[in-house]
């Protein structure tokens, strides 16, 4: 089993539509958590850290679950903007980041 | 911008050949991390370097190896060269080892082995 494990996708959503992204994780001593954005051909970009109490960006509401080791992703009004890859990454404390395969959402016209 | 640029940003190689890919981290930052995405996947952790000394590795070959550098810049050396190494390789430099959650990407380079 990988170490975290993400909806296989792709998304295409409508402009305007709420979609969710689902993540787990293996690792029980994971500690921090995020979201990242990769533009295609690009590179990966934070797009928010995850906290245990959930926190809110704007249109984008991450939660965590560590009893059940789930993270999610709420996209709200999706704009044709939003079409990317989303990377659900974990981290032990002091050790390296491990990346989920990423979920990819269109957004479309 | 991240302030983390990586050369090249193109690379062809074939089979069995050798290849330095090479990092300068943003500025003040001490440590640097190398990973490899092949498409379709998420970014796969190689190695990590701190103060110039490997600190943590991923499932990689021994024929993956590195360094870092005084002034923190980084390479990656990949000797052997297989079709399956042809992927985005990724470096990310962050402030610090134990304390840092953020770690900024640089664009990559694109490797190609025919």
């Known amino acids: 089993r990988k170490e975290v494990e993400q909806d296989p996708g792709p998304f295409n959503v409508p402009e305007g539509a709420t979609v969710a992204f689902n993540c787990t994780y293996s690792?029980?001593?994971?500690?921090?958590f995020f979201w990242y954005r990769q533009d295609c051909r690009k590179e990966p970009k934070l797009l928010m850290s995850?906290?245990?109490s959930g926190n809110e960006d704007g249109r984008f509401t991450a939660q965590l679950n560590r009893a059940s080791q789930y993270i999610s992703l709420l996209i709200r009004d999706s704009k044709l903007s939003d079409s990317a890859t989303y990377l659900c990454v974990v981290r032990n404390y002091g050790q390296n980041f491990v990346f989920g395969p990423g979920t990819r959402l269109s957004v479309l016209p | 911008e991240t302030g983390v640029t990586q050369s090249p940003t193109h690379l062809i190689k074939t089979r069995g050949q050798q290849v330095t890919l090479r990092c300068s981290s943003q500025?003040?930052?001490?440590?640097v991390s190398w990973y490899q995405q092949a498409l379709g996947q998420g970014p796969q952790f190689i190695f990590q370097y701190y103060r110039e000394e490997e600190n943590g590795r991923g499932n990689f070959p021994p024929r993956f190896s590195g360094l870092q550098f005084p002034n923190y810049s980084s390479e990656l050396n990949v000797n052997a060269l297989e079709l399956d190494d042809s992927a985005l390789y990724l470096c990310?430099?962050?402030?610090?080892?134990?304390?840092?959650?953020?770690?900024?990407f640089g664009p990559g380079t694109r490797l190609t082995v025919l």
């Open positions: 690792n029980s001593a994971s500690q921090s």
């Open positions: 990310a430099s962050s402030l610090d080892v134990i304390g840092a959650d953020t770690q900024y």
């Open positions: 500025s003040g930052h001490n440590t």
């Open positions: 995850v906290y245990s």
